[in-house]
């Protein structure tokens, strides 16, 4: 039978048609503006959805982020520490502020924060002098972190969480949703998330003053006045209604999303796991859900026959195969360099030989089959 020559994608946006009506109504109204129905709309969907008590829809997540950091009063020359196992949207918003990323490594059963060294930052940066501001924990992939660990040195140190749950909407640990157990938790809606407003994102809290004075701070801090009059710096931070009713129609569909995303890791977990040198990222246990909105491996070259994860990469990019690399680790981006970490290896050997496989909730059953069949040839050559 002869393939489908076009190009896999690795996490590409899926519309799932009632996106427009929201659009449409926000065109027939006149509201193309950064406030509107659909905004608060959407807010609503989120906490019903995930069941945080209050949300700020703003312009992505990286922006929650950085609106977080300024709530929790993180100034120049405070110390943050952050995940380093992630993107660099996590930690660049801490430098925003002036402040000093401080970067912790992974532990390996969720890839997350190292509970462990997390403490020892802890009781390193206080015997300096310095108590860390904040806390950044990220659950990568979808994969929640080690909550109940985390949270409970976050509480004995009295450091506040926020939570990086770009990648993780709809994942849960004992049935909470991840986002809603720091003091402020950040959702992403970019492009190539579970869900898409083309750009965008949200901060939820259990604190209502919190998504109030975000919602302040996004909408460039204007003063209650007749006039434009402002005692605080701002920002142009607000998700527009249009990108709004995108996400409107998108959360109808967001448990089939979920869902989908789960059925492509096990439809690779099933025809590949058992592939010498291949291992999946998996939940720990019954505690953990995963949106696995990617699927990630680990390619071992010593047990694979010399075959690593670029020599996949490579080899998949002749048939129109997208995959990627697992995040480059903060700490080895020439940018954080000079910033402190306490790391134990394991972030820089994950992204030695990780690999995200093509995970769109709109990928059909031929260019899975396409993907595994790629895979199983080039190992058995």
Not at 2 to 27: C, R, V
Not at 154 to 159: D, R, S, V
Not at 259 to 287: A, C, M, V, W
Request: proline share 4%; hydrophobic share 35%.
């Amino acid at each position: 039978m002869t393939q489908s020559s076009e190009k896999i994608w690795l996490s590409s946006p899926h519309m799932s048609g009632n996106e427009m009506k929201y659009i449409d109504e926000a065109f027939a109204h006149n509201h193309v503006f950064p406030l509107g129905p659909n905004v608060n709309g959407l807010e609503n969907d989120i906490k019903a959805f995930t069941g945080a008590a209050n949300c700020t829809c703003l312009a992505s997540g990286t922006s929650a982020i950085h609106l977080a950091l300024i709530l929790l009063g993180v100034e120049r020359g405070d110390e943050v520490l952050c995940s380093s196992f992630t993107f660099s949207a996590s930690a660049n918003p801490i430098v925003y502020q002036g402040a000093i990323p401080v970067f912790i490594d992974s532990e390996t059963a969720t890839w997350n924060m190292s509970p462990e060294l997390l403490e020892t930052a802890i009781k390193d940066r206080l015997s300096k002098g310095k108590k860390p501001k904040a806390i950044i924990l990220v659950h990568l992939y979808g994969m929640p972190a080690q909550l109940d660990k985390l949270m409970q040195i976050a509480e004995k140190y009295e450091i506040p969480v926020i939570e990086d749950a770009a990648e993780s909407v709809g994942s849960t640990f004992d049935g909470r949703h991840t986002g809603t157990f720091g003091e402020m938790g950040i959702f992403s809606f970019n492009g190539n998330k579970i869900i898409t407003t083309s750009g965008g994102g949200a901060l939820v809290s259990a604190k209502e003053e919190y998504c109030r004075k975000a919602l302040f701070l996004a909408t460039q801090a204007r003063d209650s006045a007749p006039h434009y009059q402002h005692s605080h710096i701002g920002y142009n931070y607000r998700m527009s209604n249009i990108c709004a009713g995108i996400g409107r129609g998108q959360m109808e569909v967001i448990s089939q999303r979920i869902s989908k995303r789960r059925e492509n890791y096990f439809f690779y977990r099933e025809h590949l796991g058992g592939i010498e040198g291949i291992t999946f990222q998996s939940e720990p246990s019954d505690r953990y859900f995963s949106n696995h909105w990617l699927t990630t491996l680990l390619i071992d070259p010593a047990k694979t026959g010399g075959i690593s994860r670029e020599n996949i990469r490579l080899a998949f990019e002749k048939p129109g195969i997208e995959t990627r690399p697992l995040w480059k680790a903060m700490h080895l981006q020439p940018v954080f360099a000079q910033y402190p970490a306490y790391t134990d290896g394991t972030a820089e050997h994950m992204f030695d030989i990780g690999l995200c496989l093509p995970s769109s909730s709109n990928i059909t059953d031929e260019e899975r089959q396409r993907v595994v069949d790629e895979m199983k040839n080039l190992m058995t050559k």
